[in-house]
């Protein structure tokens, strides 16, 4: 395995292959199962642009054989910084198929988090979408970072000097050459086929290599979790880049069974709507403020959704009340997901009873997880009981990426990730989340979830956002601060709040006692609210007050 990766132990990885888990095949090789299978089936569409797999294979076949030929080799790393398009499919598969490996970063990162990336792995080359702010930044990158040599563009790179992947695609090839190439270079399925970033909420994120045996396995899984066949067809709405709709279940879930990937050119609930009746859609993922505006949209009524089989919530936990409005609004089915870059990925299941959907995020979806629930000694608690879920299995990393010191905290003696995610089991083996480890709030030795607290206010009619965090104080330790974000200006204060939220019967210990509301919430670097810049910030506005 590429040297700063940590590997499976040998007899586990024995283990894995002898259960089917992995198949030892590189993801490339399954791409092409696919296409050879599903050859004049539609495999993308988005707008009018419309491909089938042979097309796509085609394309695929003919980018990897350029980026051979423009100077990069196998394992040699990429950042990716594209936005959903064909494109992003082309280009994944086409390194993927050579051994060279793409670093999976958002479309909100710029300089410093790019820069920061790029050299921690040495990255080679840098894709980027042809807007001017990006073209700029690819050439400050390349001018930065010693390692990176070849800035290639999804669109007009200008006077930029910069390789458009359109002047890539189009570029005469010798077809038997390019066979010959991709088949000297095809990867080893125990090599890293992909770079995800961590979701962490300090520093900066960390890098997760996903190999090809466990990648092609979580989504494989994934997908037949999801009821993926060749009938599916996949509304790209979250970021393809991200773990989540790349492959935990995603895109590649829906291309390695013959579905059909289609890309929105609008992420309106009105152009949503009219997308998923015409490519008759029946499969969308889903965060849950883009849940909350769908239900809420008095569009909904206006198209024939009846297409649509399932929506999968995944980045947070939806809300229960909204969650029960789902069936009757939107007229598909829900799942729960709870998956992160560094692999456990938990499931509802499409039959699951509407309780079990509504308040937990399933089971996990291999029989090959290992999972615990530990308190801060990684004891093991009592059923029912809430602590930190530790996985390990063949489709969870063993370590991050040239991270050997942090990898020390982040993994058991055994191997365990250390999700840091609390969650209680319940007797049918379903999870449900309670929040992060670092996102309870002790107040006076009663500790309260700020995800609870945050899923109780966003069901007030005017909230838009919420976010709950633990300000300290000097009698309890901790006391609550409830940052909200309105849906319009007007009166709403801590009264108003405390009292819709008592009318929910919850103990009164865990009511806010501050209210803080802001037009918008600090981020992280891969896009989640920075709970550490919002505790910062009400520090702060309490030690000047203290002052006054």
Known sequence: MLEGCTPWPVELQKEYVQKGYWQEIPIGDSF????????NREAVVKGDIRLTYAELQQKVNRLAFQMLKSGLKPK???IFQLANSP???????????????PVMCLAAHRQHEIEYIAKHTEAKGYIIEGNPDLLKLGIEIRNSVESVEYVFVNGDPGESGITSLAELLEAPVDEGTLADSLAQHKPDPYEVAVFQLSGGTTGMPKVIPRTHNDYLYNSLQGGAYCGFTMYSVYL??????????????????????GGKIVIPTSHSPQDMFAVVEKEKVTFVPAVPAMIVNWVNSPLVKEYDLSSWEVVVNGGAKLNPEVAQRVKPVLGCRLQQVLGMGEGLNTITSLDDADEIVFETVGKPISPGDEIKIVDDDENEVPMGSVGELICRGPYTIRGYYKAAEHNKTAFTAEGYYKTGDMVRMQKDG???????????INRG?????????????????????????AMPDPVLGERTCAYVILKEEGKFDLEDLKNFMIQKNIAKFKLPERLEVVKDFPLTSVGKVSKKALREDITEKLKMESQI
């Open 32 to 39: 092409d199962r696919a296409a050879a299978n599903f050859a």
């Open 76 to 78: 040699d790393r990429v």
């Open 87 to 101: 494109e992003i499919i082309y280009a994944y598969f086409a390194l993927l198929k050579v051994g060279i490996i």
């Open 236 to 257: 790209a709405t979250t970021p393809l880049a991200h773990n989540f709709a790349l492959a935990n279940p995603g895109m590649q879930s829906v291309i390695l069974v």
């Open 430 to 440: 379903c999870l449900i989340v309670e929040g992060r480890k670092k996102d309870l």
């Open 445 to 469: 030795g009663e500790k309260i979830s700020a995800e609870e607290i945050e899923n109780l206010i966003l069901g007030h009619p005017l909230v838009k956002n919420a976010a709950a965090v």
